[in-house]
């Protein structure tokens, strides 16, 4: 477990991100699945779909970068 001594910036600098886009939906935890639920389906050609029923290579419809 780390300590305050032991701090990633990199994982601080997500956390500040998470704090910030919470703060914008008012720490409601509903406002912010909605949030992410909208961002997802904005960005649905980003996602690699998972499962027992598809295959993932063949549903990407661009290349990861």
Known sequence: MLNHDDSDPAIDEVRAVRREISARFDHDPR?????????????????????????????????VR
């Open 31 to 63: 406002k912010l699945v909605e949030h992410y639920m909208q961002l997802q389906r904005r960005h649905a050609e980003r996602l690699i779909a998972v499962g027992e029923d598809c295959d993932a290579v063949e549903r990407r419809s661009t290349p």
